[in-house]
Each structure stands twice: as structure tokens, then as C-alpha cells.
């Protein structure tokens, strides 16, 4: 159990600036909750607690979430606290466009300037799709108060026809076969109805669990949050004791700033790891890191990679989906067969450590999560990242070499380049097009800069032909990012990125690409003085956005290996409460 500090008395709380005071402003606050019908004695001398929630009716991933408010809520109550509900920007998949991740910089202020503006003493955080976990959390590290994040959840298990099928990897893997004429356009139709049952966020290990499950690890969810299905009844019980904990949490003072340090961060990668987690989240990790003041970056990444292979045995890397995995015992289960890779003494919100949180957790299934005698994929036949440099990312670019086809993992192959994807899925299925499975495929000016945002365009089509000669992997690159969801020898986040002049911007097609996992290597065989002229002769591609949101982001972002926030939320700094007058 962790040792508390005194704890807080009511006259500290930030809520009391804008409640206690006898002036004119004190009397406009109380005066404007009784509009809203509230009794002077349900909110007066109680924490106040935020309920930032992302529900949307365009987020299928978040669709329940306005239920679990409610579950928020009588928990607050119960505990003594007063709970509101402020709605936050959902950055749902699929539907936002062109990508999430150019959002994800806007849900992390507005979390932060919810939370600072309002008289807010404690949050619970309501999210789960891709990059609502890094948005709302890097905004709730930023503001530093007392706050709990209460995860979506991942949807019921899909089946077609006695087939497992996971939200995600699945719409992939029967595209291609669409694609490749092995399946009809009935049996698309039919499948479209019948993978995803139910609320919740992928059930696969796409970004989503990736993102929640290391949340989780770190100590920001309650203990195996991160593993109950959106739809189960443990999961309203989950989001009702999220809000009984976080008004303990404000009169204990437990902030982010408490939990973390460099050590929670190698806590979640190992729930990374070993869960075989998208390459997402080596971009989000960098991002959330920086907020909290913690140093991380792709070596550290690398190296527990090295350490720690797949052990959970769920889609894509493996055969099972997310709710198989909670039956099997959940991520608790996981850690304690990973529990020597971890801090055992870092704090959690619940109040006791991650070590004592997973003491006595059971695993029930011994084939879904495994542990290093018998992981899903051996650290010699592949790992949940690896990290790539070379004269073609000299900052870095990453892959899944777990989800790889071995036989490219080693590999040279000509160069067919393309600048943007409308050109390259027009050509790609062009049956004159001189291509072949050592083609190594480059789409570029997809990154944060140039797309903008860095969508998620990076597992490139495998042309129709060769898909119908059985070919299903192929060496793929770009400067944008990869669903979680998806699989292959995709080469992503190269860094620095086309747009901003990276070297992926000089490749020409029918160069020789060179990639060397093992030796952690990427590079075009081309020599410096050709790599000179052609960069005398480049340039960079025009900005369309003027104005909006998207050219501030263009403006500010920073590269894929710096965590794509922008320049001027990066880092700790404090930011005082705002003055009330």
C-alpha cells in the first residue's frame, strides 16, 4: 500500500476558489448550479469531479459511453463527491477523416483546458478508441490533478460462418480475398453485418487495447480495466468504482506526477510487448512521455522488444480475439507471468502498487495467455517492434516483425514510388504494371506534415494480380502510420518524413531497397553524391490548408520519432490556474 501524505482538507480543493467565496463571482457560481436545479447541499463542501467523455453517436467504439457516465456518476455520489459531465471531441475511428491522429494533439488540449478552466478537483477520462487514450491522458498529465481513465472496452467476440472474425484484421484479411475473386460480393455484404456485435473498441490487439492495456500497465486505469468487454456487466461495475476511487484520490492529493516516472513507462511497455501491440504506439508513448517529464524514445522501445515477446494469443498476431483473452484472466494475468520485467513497487490509482494489484491474479487459460517458455511468436521469429535506421530514415522507422512474412525480414527489392494514394491504388491493380512480390512498394508524403496527420495508409494494397497468384505480404514503406488492427512487412513512421525534405523524398522508383531486420537497418542503395544532386533539385511539395486546424497542426507538429505532439505543449511546464475576478 502506498504511503499517503496528510490529506487534503476542503479548503484546498480547486473547487473552493470558485464555491467558498463570500464576493459577488463565489455567489454567481452557486447561483448558476442552482439554475441547473441543484441543492446548495449537493454540491457545497464536496470534490468536484469531471467526467471528460468522448461519447458520440459517429463512435461506434464509444457508443455505450454516455451509460457509463451514469455509472461515474453513482459512484461520485456515493463517495461523497459532486460528479459533472463534460462532453470532449471523440476521435472515433473510421469515421473522422483523413485520420484521427490529426485530432488526437486537440483532444489533449481540450482535456487540459477542461479540466483547468472549469472547478474541477479530480477526473474520470471516458475513452478507448485509438487515440483517445493518448489525447485525453498527455492533457490530464499536463494539468496534473487527481485523475482516473476508465477505458471503453473492447466489442463481444465476431464470428462468420464458425469463423472468428476481429474487427480490423479481418476486413483486411477478406478484402484481399474479395480482391483476389475467392470470395463473392454477397459474402462481403454478409460478413459487413455480422463482425462487429456490439459497442466497444476492436477486439483484436489494434491500437485501441494496445493503448488501454499500457494505460492499465502504468497504473492510470484500476487494476485489469483495460481487459472488460464494453458489454459486459463488470464493466458499469468498473466505471462506478472509477468514480467511488477518484474522489479518495483528490482527498489524497494523487496525481499523475506521483504515479509516474521512467519506470511506470517500462511497465507499459512491457504490457506492449507482450501483448504484440501495434506499432501506434511507439509514436503515443513519446507524446505521453514528454508530458509527464519522462524521457523515452524508440531505443528504449527497442530494447524491451528484445526482452519481452508475444505472449497473448489474440488477433492479429494470433488465433484468439479480446474476449477470450479477459476469460483467460485479462492483462493481470499477463503481468504476473511478466511480473520479473516489471517495477513491482510503482504506485496505481487504486492506491496499492502494481505489484500488490496482480499478486494474486490467475490465469484460466494457459494457451491464450502465455508466458516466455512458449509465447505466440518466439523473440528469433519476430518481435512487436523493431526499429529501423538508415540512409532512408536516419531518425527512425518502425515495424511489427512479429506480423511479418519471415521470408522479407531480409530483403532487397527495386523501388515502385508513389506521392499520394489516390495514384497508387489507381496503378496498383493496373495488370501491365511491371511488378512483382520483391517489388518493395513506397507510398510517401503521408506523414505528419504532408498528409496531414499521419494516417493510416501505411499497409500499402498488394496489387490484384499477385494476390491472385497467393501473394499476401510484400516489403512496404511509407512516412505514414499502420491500423493495429493490420499485418505484413510494413515499414512506417520513416523519419524525418517526405514532406519536411527526409530522405524518403529523394527515393526514385527502380532504386534498390535494402532492409535488414536483424541488423536494424533500412536503406536505398544509392550513393551520396546521387542523394546530393536529387536533393539540389527537391521541392517540397505545396501546403493546401491555409487556415483551419489542420495548417496550425502542419505549423507545430513535431516528427514521428518526437511523438507528433506540437512544439508548444511538449514537456512539463506548469500552467497557473486561471485568475478569478
Known sequence: ????????????????????????????????????????????????????????????????????????????????????????????????????????????????????????????????????????????????????????????????????????????????????????????????????????????????????????????????????????????????????????????????????????????????MAMGGSTNAAVHLIAMARRAGVELSLDDMSAMAAKIPVAANVFPSGEYLMEDFYFAGGLNALLRKFSHHLDLTRPTVNGKTIGENIAGAECWNDEIIRDESNPVVPLSKGKTLEVLRGNLAPNGAVMKSSAANPKFLKHVGPAIVFDDPATMNKTLDNPDLDITEDTVIILRNAGPVGAPGMPEWGNLPIPKKLLKQGVRDMVRISDARMSGTHYGTCILHVSPEAAVGGPLALVKTGDLIELDVAAGTINMKVSDEDLAARRAEWKPTARIYERSFAALYQSHVSQAHEGCDFDFLSGPAKVPDPVIF
Open 1 to 272: 500500500m502506498i504511503q499517503m501524505t496528510k490529506r487534503k482538507e476542503l479548503s484546498e480543493l480547486r473547487s473552493q476558489r470558485w464555491f467558498a467565496s463570500d464576493d459577488m463571482r463565489g455567489f454567481a457560481h452557486r447561483q448558476r448550479t442552482q439554475q441547473m436545479g441543484m441543492r446548495r447541499e449537493e454540491f457545497m463542501g464536496r470534490p468536484v469531479i469531471g467526467i471528460i467523455n468522448t461519447w458520440s453517436e459517429m463512435s461506434p467504439c464509444h457508443a455505450h459511453l454516455r451509460d457509463r457516465a451514469e455509472a461515474v456518476k453513482r459512484g461520485v455520489w456515493q463517495a461523497g463527491g459532486y460528479p459533472v459531465e463534460m462532453p470532449a471531441l471523440s476521435v472515433g475511428e473510421v469515421m473522422v477523416k483523413p485520420t484521427t491522429m490529426l485530432y488526437r494533439n486537440f483532444l489533449a488540449m481540450e482535456c487540459e483546458e477542461l479540466l483547468r478552466s472549469h472547478p474541477i478537483d479530480g477526473a474520470v477520462l471516458l475513452g478507448g478508441c485509438d487515440k483517445s487514450t493518448p489525447g485525453l491522458l498527455m492533457g490530464a498529465f499536463s494539468m496534473d490533478i487527481p485523475v482516473i481513465y476508465c477505458p471503453a472496452g473492447p466489442m463481444a467476440n465476431g464470428q462468420w460462418r464458425g469463423i472468428k472474425t476481429g474487427a480490423g484484421t479481418h476486413t483486411k484479411k477478406y478484402w484481399d480475398e474479395l480482391r483476389a475473386g475467392n470470395i463473392t460480393k454477397d459474402d462481403w455484404v454478409d460478413l459487413e453485418s455480422r463482425m462487429t456485435r456490439s459497442a466497444g473498441t476492436c477486439n483484436t490487439i489494434g491500437t485501441a487495447s494496445t493503448m488501454t492495456s499500457i494505460a492499465d500497465a502504468m497504473g492510470m486505469t484500476l487494476p485489469g480495466a483495460s481487459s472488460i468487454p464494453a458489454v459486459d456487466s463488470g464493466h458499469p461495475r468498473m466505471a462506478s468504482a472509477c468514480g467511488v476511487r477518484i474522489v479518495e484520490m483528490v482527498w489524497e492529493d494523487l496525481k499523475p506526477s506521483d504515479i509516474l516516472n521512467k519506470a511506470s513507462f517500462e511497465n507499459g511497455l512491457v504490457a506492449y
